[in-house]
C-alpha cells in the first residue's frame, strides 16, 4: 500500500523549510518573515470589504443535498451544523492542540517532521514556494499521532493519541456522508464502480480501500505587527474536501479570494464546521466546483489555533472527472498519488498540469 508519505519522499524538505521560528523569542517581526516589500506583500493589506458569511447548511435539513450542491458549486466553501461532532469532542481536541502548541520550542522540535516524511511538527508544506516564511506552526497527523507523540511525552503521550484518532474517525465518516451528497449532486449513476472506496449505504464492504487522510493542527502565535505578518499563504488545499474547526472561532483570520472583489474575511459560526472544496473535487467535478484560494491574517493580541481534517480517496485511485450529459472533459485522469508529488513539486501549477487545453 502507498502511503502519504511514499508521496512526499520525492520532493524531500530542507532542514529550514522544517523547523519554525521560536516565536516566543522574537519581539520584532524579523526580515525573514516580513511580507512588505516582498513579491506577495501586496497581497496583506485588508480589504475595506465586510466580512462575508458563507451559507451555513443544516445537515438535518431534507434539502440538504442540493444546498450543498449549490454551495459547493458557488463558494466552493459552507458551514455545516448538524455535523454529528459533539462539543466535548471538539472541547477535547483543542485543548490537547493547546497543550502541544504551548510547549517551548525545544520541546515542540522533538516531534519534527523528516525531510521526506508527512507526519509531525514543522512549517507548512508550502513554505518553499514563497520567498517569505509564515506566522505558523502546524503538526500533520497521518493516522496515529503515537509515534511523535511519545517523543514529546515519553509516558503522557497517550490521551494526546486517544483524542486525536476519535477525533479523526468521526471527520471520517462526516467527510464521507457529504461526499456521498456531493456525488449525488454531481449525477454519479447508481452503482460506481471505481468508487468502491465509499461507503456503500447499504451494504458496507469490509476489504474497502482506505481512503487517503490526514489532520493538520495549525497555530498562529500574535505579532507584534500583523501587516507585515502572514499566518498561512494563499493556496488552494488539495484534497477532495477539508474540514476546518476553528478554535475560539469569533475572531476569525481566514479570508478567501472572491472574484471581483479580493481578499474577504471569513466570518466563522460558533459550532459550525467549514468545509471547502479541494483541487481533487474540482477534477471530479469536472470544474464546475472551484477550489477556492484561501489565506490566513495573525492578530496583535490573541493566537488562534485551528484544525483542518483532510479526506482524499485511496493513493492509488485515479482520479477522473464524473460527466453528466456529454459535457467536454477539463481535465485528464491522475492518480491521488500523482497528483500529491505534483503539487509538491509546482504548487499551484499542479492543477493546470492536469487542464486539458481546448
Ligand atoms: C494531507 C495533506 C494536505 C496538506 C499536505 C498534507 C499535510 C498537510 C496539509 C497542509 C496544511 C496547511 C496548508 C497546506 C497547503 C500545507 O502546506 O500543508 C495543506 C496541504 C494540501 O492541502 O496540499
Ligand atoms: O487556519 C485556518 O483557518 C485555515 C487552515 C488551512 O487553510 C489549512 O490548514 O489548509
Ligand atoms: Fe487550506
Not at 48 to 68: G, R
Not at 188 to 194: C, I, R, T
Request: net charge neutral; with cysteine; charged share 20%.
Amino acid at each position: 500500500m502507498t502511503t502519504l508519505s511514499d508521496a512526499y519522499r520525492n520532493a524531500p524538505l530542507l532542514p529550514h523549510h522544517i523547523i519554525p521560528l521560536d516565536f516566543d523569542s522574537v519581539k520584532h517581526v524579523p526580515e525573514s518573515h516580513s511580507w512588505e516589500n516582498s513579491d506577495s506583500g501586496l497581497l496583506i493589506r485588508i480589504q475595506p470589504q465586510p466580512p462575508e458569511s458563507l451559507p451555513i447548511i443544516d445537515l438535518a435539513d431534507p434539502s440538504a443535498l442540493n444546498l450543498v450542491g449549490q454551495a459547493c458549486q458557488t463558494w466552493g466553501m459552507f458551514q455545516v451544523t448538524n455535523h454529528g461532532i459533539s462539543s466535548a469532542l471538539l472541547r477535547d481536541v483543542e485543548y490537547e492542540t493547546g497543550r502541544f502548541f504551548s510547549l517551548p520550542a525545544k520541546e515542540k522540535t522533538k516531534a519534527l517532521r523528516s525531510p521526506g516524511g508527512a507526519s509531525g511538527y514543522g512549517v507548512a508544506r508550502i513554505t518553499p514556494f514563497f520567498n517569505k516564511f509564515m506566522w505558523h506552526e502546524g503538526f500533520t497527523i497521518v493516522e496515529s499521532p503515537v509515534d511523535h507523540a511519545r517523543e514529546v511525552w515519553p509516558h503522557a503521550y497517550q490521551r494526546f493519541c486517544e483524542v486525536m484518532e476519535e477525533y479523526q474517525k468521526k471527520m471520517k465518516e462526516l467527510a464521507e456522508r457529504l461526499l456521498v451528497l456531493i456525488l449525488k449532486y454531481l449525477g454519479l449513476p447508481g452503482e460506481p464502480h471505481d468508487l468502491h472506496w465509499l461507503p456503500h449505504p447499504t451494504s458496507d464492504d469490509p476489504f474497502r480501500p482506505a481512503s487517503c487522510t490526514a489532520l493538520q493542527l495549525n497555530y498562529y502565535p500574535s505579532c507584534p505587527n500583523p501587516a507585515q505578518a502572514m499566518g498561512l499563504a494563499p493556496h488552494t488545499d488539495s484534497f477532495l474536501l477539508t474540514i476546518l474547526h476553528q478554535v475560539n472561532g469569533t475572531h476569525g483570520g481566514l479570508e478567501v479570494l472572491k472574484d471581483g472583489a479580493g481578499w474577504v474575511r471569513v466570518v466563522p459560526t460558533e459550532g459550525a464546521l467549514l468545509v471547502n472544496v479541494g483541487d481533487m473535487l474540482r477534477i471530479m467535478s469536472n470544474d464546475l466546483f472551484p477550489s477556492v484560494l484561501h489565506r490566513v491574517v495573525v492578530d496583535k493580541t490573541r493566537h488562534r489555533m485551528s484544525l483542518a481534517y483532510f479526506y482524499g480517496p485511496p493513493m492509488d485511485h485515479r482520479l477522473s472527472p464524473i460527466l453528466a450529459g456529454g459535457a467536454p472533459v477539463r481535465f485528464r485522469p491522475v492518480t491521488v498519488r500523482e497528483y500529491i508529488e505534483m503539487k509538491a513539486k509546482n504548487l499551484d501549477d499542479a492543477l493546470s498540469r492536469v487542464r486539458v487545453r481546448s
